[in-house]
């Protein structure tokens, strides 16, 4: 049975399904609820800027973007977001999905941090990016109004969040700290991780061994 939030129909097809019940198995209810939220309110934006792009894959990159955090999928020395990106990539292979969309879907997943990059991919990319960072970090607020954002979070409640979210970021990659390395993630770790030491770019270029 179809279900429409704040007016943006959550895609119900087999695969969008498929892709829902592994999250729901892999994940917990807090990536569930963090990522069917960034999927509608990239949907949202998306409708709102009159931008076209496919919802079935919007919502499948949503709800990948973070199962590189879940102990099934995360790697001992990738990047979460390539991990999350690789389950993407084997899920839609194994389904018989045309590479031209696997690739997007992938490219969606993996840069879904990397600001000031992917707001110039394609628009599935560039949307999930912009609904990350409006459900963690609050970033364009206002683009909505306190009653759409009412609906969404009735649907799909925060219950604490923006605690919650940064302990759960943290045990995706504590065991491998420097994959964060010149990322938001660093900041991470560098609140939470007890002994961590940010690595400096400028001190690896200064003590480089190039001899000048």
């Given at each position: ?8 129909k ?5 695969l969008?399904?498929e892709?829902?019940?592994?999250l ?7 990536l ?10 990239a ?30 999928y995360r790697s ?19 389904r018989?999905?045309p ?11 993996a ?8 707001e ?14 409006y ?13 759409i ?6 649907a799909f ?7 919650n ?11 491998k ?13 560098e ?6 030491t ?13 001899e000048?």
């Open positions: 049975m179809s279900m429409s939030i704040a007016d943006i959550i895609p119900d097809s087999k969008a399904v892709a829902a019940e592994l729901r198995d892999q994940g917990d209810e807090l569930w609820n963090h990522s069917n939220r960034v999927f509608l309110f949907a949202l934006k998306g409708n709102l800027q009159q931008v076209k792009y496919d919802s079935e894959l919007l919502y499948i990159s949503s709800l990948f973007h973070d199962l590189g955090l879940t102990p099934a001992p020395d990738k990047r979460f977001e390539v991990d999350g990106a690789n389950a993407a990539r084997d899920f839609l292979r194994s018989g999905v590479e031209e969309s696997i690739k997007l879907v992938w490219d969606a997943v840069l879904h941090t990397s600001t000031g990059i992917v110039y991919k394609e628009a599935e990319a560039a949307l999930m990016n912009f609904g990350v960072g459900d963690v970090v609050g970033k364009n607020f206002d683009l909505f109004s306190e009653e954002r009412r609906q969404v979070v009735e409640p925060r219950n604490q969040f923006k605690q979210i940064l302990h759960a970021f943290l045990e995706g990659f504590k065991h700290p420097e994959t964060t390395y010149g990322t938001i993630n660093a900041d991470v770790c609140l939470l991780l007890p002994g961590y940010r690595p400096n770019f400028c001190n690896h270029v200064l003590h480089s061994r190039w000048e």
